[in-house]
Nanobody
Framework: QVQLVESGGGLVQAGGSLRLSCAAS????????MGWFRQAPGKEREFVAA????????RYADAVKGRFTIARDNPKNMVYLQMSSLKPEDTAVFYC??????????????????WGQGTQVTVSS
């Protein structure tokens, strides 16, 4: 079992920044691919970013590339999503997810087995 708890969401003006955090506990954290997804009202959950177990390899959705940065701190069992130049269309509930079965970075939500409860990010115009 893996438990994931997100934090750091909130209300921010367009152009602003936020850093989301995801605290992981349970099974060994350092050998898992971690990802961030988001879901806006009335829309399907979509991929945001993923990071390899070592933290060396990252992958981003086109919509956030150049604005968001995913990082991890394995000794602290933490994953982060630094978000800058935020836009109103970034408004969503952001979820942290863990894939314990693969080494590749999937953008498909069903490939992740464990999920946090989500944290709300609201960007005002």
């Amino acid at each position: 079992q893996v438990q994931l708890v997100e934090s750091g969401g909130g209300l921010v003006q367009a152009g602003g920044s936020l850093r989301l955090s995801c605290a992981a506990s349970g099974r060994t954290f350092s050998n898992k691919v971690m990802g961030w997804f988001r879901q806006a009202p009335g829309k399907e959950r979509e991929f945001v970013a993923a990071i390899s177990a070592s933290g060396v390899i990252t992958r981003y959705a086109d919509a956030v590339k150049g604005r968001f940065t995913i990082a991890r701190d394995n000794p602290k069992n933490m994953v982060y999503l630094q978000m800058s130049s935020l836009k109103p269309e970034d408004t969503a509930v952001f979820y942290c997810a863990a894939d314990v079965t693969r080494a590749t970075l999937s953008s498909i939500s069903s490939m992740y087995q464990y999920w946090g409860q989500g944290t709300q990010v609201t960007v005002s115009s």
